[in-house]
């Protein structure tokens, strides 16, 4: 997003694609639509200045002058048609390095759905011999075994030149386990497993490569060209944009141009799949609450409802007897009188507070609607069965008192 902002698109695409790579972001990808255009424009000038460049440097070469070094984009450019792989004489790379491998991959690691589905021309299918000796990196190299190495490694070079590449691979196996701790060493064999077709011989010594330098330009090269002969091509194109990135490279980005267009279709059908899942996600989890929601609402209307039917003694009289009415309490309370007094919403609530909490009795005593209800069941009851049935309930004539309510029988 820096990038983007201070206008060096290239950079941006690329830092973008890396970032919905490892980590499907909305952001991301709108940020990397919306520059894809021109970022197209950008790299198809670069191939063109690049193309013009090399044309100078041949005129240069054909009249005696040596051409200066043709510069390296800092990033992969588009592609063509993959050239045949050739064992060449690389520049020598560091031969160690330090930090973890970038990307590491797998001959056994499953093709992505979107690759496999793709109609890619000049697939391999994957090679199932056991895999190749790998020399031990944690041993100490001694001068005498680096010579035997050496030695071994121009002897592959001679096979090579003859076309027996069994036994160039041979002799790199020799100087393999003579100096395991050589990237360009596993990066050689790996060129000729690729060249006989056998591209997860050639991703295993590619990974030893990258993992001894994790800059190692071929290492990734050759990885890239292993994963596009199996049809992996997302992974592909990621190694051969590494590569060119360390290491310009006339193949590797010969290699990119070619399966570009195709890795362009199975990134967005990832990203596409990223966004159903994202949001196949977020509906399930709003699904969830709703539900929790909706069974909050029918327990709590279920308890409001349980607690209504039983009224304002459902549960009993306070001070009542085995959780009901204290005997001849129901027939009093059918008293045609007493159940208009009932309807009364204001009447029912005081009483029903009176019951959870017989204290709350001088909190309602000033109340003449409740007055007037105790007074008529303490006349039709008196005072004696009304005590019976209201137990702590003090405060009728007779009982105690209820403070101010008072009452027949002081």
């Known amino acids: 997003m820096a990038e983007r902002l201070l206008g060096r698109l290239d950079n941006a695409a690329t830092d973008l694609e890396k970032s919905c790579q490892l980590d499907y972001s909305d952001d991301a990808n709108e940020a990397l639509k919306e520059i894809l255009p021109k970022v197209k424009i950008i790299r198809e000038r670069r191939q063109a200045k690049e193309r013009e460049q090399q044309s100078q440097g041949k005129s240069k070469s054909a009249s005696g002058t040596v051409p200066p070094p ?22 020598e790379e560091e031969e160690t390095g330090t930090g973890p491998a970038q990307n590491g991959k797998t001959e ?10 793709m109609d890619v021309d000049g697939t391999v299918p994957p090679d199932t011999e056991p895999p190749q000796p790998m020399g031990d990196e944690n041993i100490e190299v001694t001068d005498e075994m680096e010579e035997k190495a050496q030695n071994a490694r121009d002897s592959a070079m001679s096979a090579v030149s003859e076309g027996n590449l069994e036994e160039a691979i041979g002799h790199f196996t020799d100087a393999i386990l ?6 360009l060493l596993y990066s050689k064999r790996a060129s000729l497993y690729l060249k006989l ?11 030893a490569a990258i993992k001894l330098n994790p800059d190692s330009a071929q290492g990734y090269k050759w990885r890239g060209m292993a994963e596009r002969l199996l049809g992996r091509l997302d992974n592909a194109a990621t190694d051969l944009e590494k590569s060119c990135q360390l290491d310009y490279n006339d193949d590797a980005n010969e290699a990119l141009k070619e399966i570009r267009p195709k890795v362009h279709q199975i990134r967005e059908r990832k990203m596409a799949k990223e966004r159903t899942r994202r949001e196949r996600e977020i509906e399930d989890k709003r699904k969830r609450i709703r539900e929790a929601q909706e069974r909050d609402r029918r ?33 009093l309370l059918s008293d045609p009188e007493l159940m208009v007094m009932m309807q009364d919403p ?18 309602h005593q000033s109340n003449p609607k409740v007055k007037k209800y105790m007074e008529k069941i303490a006349a039709k009851m008196g005072a004696g069965g009304f005590m019976g049935g209201m137990g702590g309930m ?6 105690g008192g209820m403070g101010g309510m008072g009452g027949p029988g002081h």
């Open 108 to 117: 056994n690691e499953e093709s992505e759905e979107s690759d496999t589905d």
């Open 70 to 91: 043709a510069s390296k984009p800092p990033s992969a450019p588009e592609v063509k048609q993959e050239r045949p792989v050739m064992v060449e004489e690389e520049e």
């Open 394 to 399: 003090g405060g009728m004539g007779g009982m």
């Open 299 to 331: 327990e709590r209307e279920e308890r409001e409802m349980e607690e209504s039917e039983s009224g304002p003694y459902g549960g009993g009289m306070p001070g009542g007897r085995g959780g009901g009415m204290p005997p001849g309490m129901e027939e």
């Open 197 to 207: 077709k056998k591209p997860n011989a050639a991703i295993r010594d590619a990974n």
């Open 178 to 183: 003579n100096n395991p701790k050589s990237a």
């Open 346 to 363: 204001e009447l029912v609530v005081a009483l029903t507070d009176m019951q959870k909490n017989p204290a709350n009795i001088m909190k």
